[in-house]
């Protein structure tokens, strides 16, 4: 047997690869928008415990603006529905990248000889 692979099956190593390195790279994504909801949540909470005529802050770059818990109370819930939109995103985009890396594997599989695992 050649030590060297017929092109077709270094291409799909290729793009295994490369979806493989789509799929890190959308986990880390996730994991960021998660993160980034969490704390998106926590503040609304904290939020919702004080009564109208509190005094809050908002940082926006390095300065915090005095500004009305009712506005920040919606910019809270609008950035919360963002990235929860972006986390279904992000899932759909990884289910589509498994079924693709899941076809590379089969076909794979094929073109070297071994029978596909159940």
């Known amino acids: 047997m050649s030590s060297e692979l017929p092109p ?3 291409n799909q190593l290729a ?3 490369q979806i493989q390195q789509q799929a ?13 909801l969490k704390e998106t949540e926590l503040a609304l909470a904290e939020i919702e415990k004080l009564d109208d005529s509190s ?5 926006i770059g390095d300065l915090l ?3 009305e818990r009712e506005k920040t109370k919606n ?6 529905d ?3 939109l972006r986390a279904e995103t992000i899932t759909r985009q990884e289910e589509r990248i498994q079924k693709r890396f899941q076809q590379l594997q089969e076909q794979l599989k094929q073109a070297i000889g071994t029978p596909a695992a159940k």
């Open 82 to 84: 963002m990235l929860g």
């Open 55 to 59: 005094v809050v802050y908002r940082a």
């Open 8 to 10: 077709q099956i270094q």
């Open 24 to 36: 890190q790279a959308l986990a880390a994504q996730k994991n960021q928008v998660e993160i980034n």
């Open 65 to 67: 603006i005095k500004t």
């Open 75 to 80: 910019v809270l819930v609008e950035k919360k």
């Open 15 to 17: 793009q295994l690869q």
